[in-house]
């Protein structure tokens, strides 16, 4: 099943044969390039009037003048445009303006070489014509696709592109829902470590604290003891008894608040070994979870880079495509190219014959008138010998 999807896709995103395949396809290719070379020619045109007496010679007589003409009209325009009134007037000038730069237009359309050699000739700063150019390029780019592709080609891209999209958009959501889950667990966990910790250390400084308070009791208990008993050396053996009485009621009772702190003591290691074991249990179940879902963050990742790769072959197989069609144009276009220098050619040998036959024509003509003429000479001269 994936290997058919994948066919599919390769030839979904398979460019189409860019070759017209109706007249009119052709014709709107035509009137497109048309509009492309008057638009590049248009914004050579300020420059090599500019620049006149330069180019005089590679551009002929004919549209020398007619540069000459328009840029008269374009200087009347711009005065006029400078001046406020004569509304009628403007309008006219900048109709002739239009013809002009039309028939400049033709002229240069008429000669292909002459317009190739003017581009590379010409040196042009960029310029927002150029933006303009380039995307009225695309938009013939453009519109060959749309011609060359059908309707139905174009949805099945489209749903087949936004398909891949939300496959993405979906494994990123999933992929940050996981990361997401993986701090929040790695925090609280961090959190309960942290609290049990410091109630550990609690209980700890408490019990360290009922050490040094009972021992330092019992010292100063004994430092009275002995301090009465060197003032009070002849004090009764009832006082001592009760002394001895007491000294064994606060052992009693600092043994039974130690055998007491055992206890707890014992208490809280006992909860603390369980809460160990359930910290353990609750890693292990972590571990678990975390390995399911790194394998499956893998499987759609291993999808995602072999989809991926496949992308960037038809990419490529798409940009070698390209570069035959630009080779293909480009032999088109000296073919072309030829045809045209071979007519230009033909028409001068046949203007160069009929020159020639014209030429003859005339030479016999005036051969032929000499011969009569002399002709006429002979027999006057004969008639008058006579008389």
Known sequence: KKAVTLVGAMKLLEPCQLKPDSTETERILTVLDETITKLE?????????????????????EITGSLLEHQKLSNEVQH??????????KRAREQCLKCSLRHILRLFLANPLLCQGLKYEVQMRRSPADVFIKAFVEFRDFTLEKILTSSAEEEEKIKFMEEVSLRVEQNKETIMALQAELAAAIQTRKEEVDKKDKMIEDLKTTMENLAKNCKADIQHMQQEGKKQQKEKVKASHDRCARLQEDIQHMRAQFTALVLEHRASELVLRKRKCRVEVEIENWIQK???????????????????????AQLAQLMEKHT???????????EHRMLKQKEE??????AKRNHAATCIQAFWKGYLARIFFKAKMKKAKGKGKGKGAKK
Do not use: C, N, W
């Open 80 to 89: 006029l445009l400078g001046s406020p009134g004569e509304e009628e007037i």
């Open 320 to 330: 070698l495509l390209l570069q035959e069609y630009s080779q293909i144009e480009e």
């Open 41 to 61: 020619m248009t914004r050579l045109i300020p420059r090599i009037i500019g620049s006149l007496e330069r180019f005089a010679r590679m551009l002929g007589p």
């Open 286 to 308: 972590y571990d678990t979870d975390m390995a399911e879902k790194q394998a499956t963050y893998e499987e759609i990742h291993a999808v995602y880079t072999e989809e991926k």
């Open 341 to 346: 220098e071979k007519l230009q050619e033909e």
